[in-house]
């Protein structure tokens, strides 16, 4: 969108809709697989699947987050910094998680606040040199993505199906999508290059990628998915490292290490809350 390859209304429909594509012929795919096994498994699988279908099938609100998410996001980006926007984005995602967990009856035990503390300056160290003051507009939106992120990982944490309920969020957005499309289509410009990242954002890294976070969370709190969620910017600094020979500078090292050192704080103060709840 920087490069003004695409617009912001065409590269979010284009990613919602390749993510509903690819997850739903991956329902399909696995769904034939399934009817082509030995008839009694068949029977005893039918069986769960069925049971696993009614009990869930994603949610109107997941699904609600997602489209606000992504299209804040795409907007955001028009007026905001990578560094900033990141900043924003993340901050807002930890505080919209850790407050509605604080708020649902959570206690944190001190060492995973100070692990919080510590992965964010840890994040901040990392993007500052990117920072710099985003416009109202720009602010506003990111920060409306964060939370609707936030939200959106907290409704994952309660999957008994992520690819079933990854499928159903991304099929139920469709029709804000449509609205988005009518609202839109006289400013809408794309090229062969926007169209092909927006597939590939959609399809991979967000169809298959949110399936798997939402597997990912069966196994943390709502603490843990919040910080852990911080490690993406190094994660993302270490792949231009790898791939693309950026230069590894004491930045980049010193930041990882408090990322991490922070993440293993809050992991470990989980560890002694609930092993003092056990006592």
């Not at 617009?7 to 429909?13: G, L, V």
């Not at 964010?120 to 710099?132: A, C, E, Q, R, W």
């Amino acid at each position: 969108m920087g490069g003004e390859v695409i617009d912001a209304a065409s590269f979010t429909a284009i990613r919602l809709g390749a993510g509903a594509f690819t997850l739903l012929a991956i329902v399909s795919l696995k769904s034939f697989l399934t009817r082509k096994q030995l008839k009694t498994r068949l029977l005893e699988e039918k069986s769960s699947a069925s049971s696993s279908t009614d009990q869930t099938s994603g949610s109107w609100l997941a699904s609600l987050m997602l489209f606000i998410y992504a299209v804040t996001f795409s907007y955001a980006y028009l007026s905001v910094d990578t560094g900033t926007g990141a900043l924003i984005l993340f901050g807002a995602v930890q505080l919209t998680m850790i407050l509605l967990s604080l708020f649902a009856g959570t206690r944190l035990h001190f060492t995973e606040w100070l692990g919080v503390v510590t992965a964010f300056i840890g994040f901040i160290y990392l993007v500052l040199p990117d920072i710099s003051s985003p416009s109202f507009e720009g602010l506003l939106l990111m920060t409306l993505s964060g939370m609707a992120w936030g939200i959106y990982t907290l409704k994952g944490r309660d999957s008994l199906n992520p690819l079933l309920d990854t499928t159903y969020n991304f099929i139920r957005t469709m029709p804000l999508v449509l609205v988005l499309v009518l609202l839109t289509i006289n400013d809408m410009h794309f090229s062969s290059e926007g169209i092909l990242l927006a597939l590939i954002a959609g399809g991979l890294t967000s169809g298959i990628g949110y399936t798997i976070w939402y597997i990912a969370l069966t196994g943390l709190t709502s603490t843990q998915a919040a910080v852990i969620q911080l490690s993406v910017p190094i994660i993302a600094a270490i792949g231009g490292v790898i791939f693309v020979s950026e230069a590894i500078t004491a930045r980049l090292i010193i930041s990882s290490i408090v990322v991490l050192g922070g993440i293993l704080m809050v992991v470990l103060g989980q560890y002694y809350s609930s092993k003092k709840l056990k006592r």
